[in-house]
Antibody, heavy 123, light 113 residues
């Protein structure tokens, strides 16, 4: 069974940093591109970053470019999101999602999602 | 970046009636090399992650009831629920995966009239 489990969320002050993790199981993690998607309270979904299956290609939304870094450790089946210079508008539930392409395609629909981890930015 | 716009923002439909949600992309998401529309639909209920319903604009995900269907091509797409059931109350999102970073519509909240 495919499982994605996010962790690392919590309360952080404006300007602070946080690292999120997404532990994957039940599939060949190194084969798939992975995405981070966030959802502010009561708002819609925002794709913020994607990483290719081997980690060689990454993309970021303008809203997080230069502040967030996506990475992965295929030996640990884990996806990461290093978040810095956090702002109030970064407060959201952060989901990791698998792009369902069997050959690691970045541009594929999301067939599995984690349950998310909440990041609260407040002083 | 591709901007996705859904309409309406909120939709109230009677049980057993048809529900139609529209999604428009700011540029075509039809990839000429494979003739596929890189467009998906998701359903999200409170406190849950989104659930994939439709991909390639019209292919139903395994296990999704047959009353859900997707149509459209290029820049204009539609999600149709042929006979609304109580369990279909949710927020629905379209998603373009034609280019990175991907983008979603703002969501359509579906209610029972």
């Amino acid at each position: 069974e495919v499982q994605l489990v996010e962790s690392g969320g919590g309360l952080v002050q404006p300007g602070g940093s946080l690292r999120l993790s997404c532990a994957a199981s039940g599939f060949s993690f190194s084969t798939y591109a992975m995405h981070w998607v966030r959802q502010a309270p009561g708002k819609g979904l925002e794709c913020i970053s994607v990483i290719s299956s081997n980690g060689g290609n990454t993309y970021y939304a303008n809203s997080v470019k230069g502040r967030f870094t996506i990475s992965r450790d295929n030996s640990k089946n884990t996806l990461y999101l290093q978040m810095g210079s956090l702002r109030a508008e970064d407060m959201a539930v952060y989901y990791c999602a698998r792009a369902g392409g069997l050959f690691g395609e970045l541009n594929y629909y999301f067939d599995y999602w984690g349950r998310g981890t909440l990041v609260t930015v407040s002083s | 970046d591709i901007v996705m716009t859904q309409s309406p923002d909120t939709l109230a439909v009677s049980l057993g009636e048809r529900a139609t949600i529209n999604c428009k992309s700011s540029q075509s998401v039809l990839y000429s090399s494979d003739n596929k529309n890189y467009l998906a639909w998701y359903q999200q209920k409170p406190g849950q992650p989104p659930k994939l319903l439709i991909y390639w604009a019209s292919t139903r995900e395994s296990g999704v009831p047959g009353r859900f269907s997707g149509s459209g091509s290029g820049t204009d797409f539609t999600l149709t629920i042929s006979s609304l059931q109580a369990e279909d109350v949710a927020v629905y999102y379209c998603h373009q995966y034609y280019s990175s970073p991907h983008s979603f519509g703002q969501g359509t909240e579906l209610e029972i009239k």
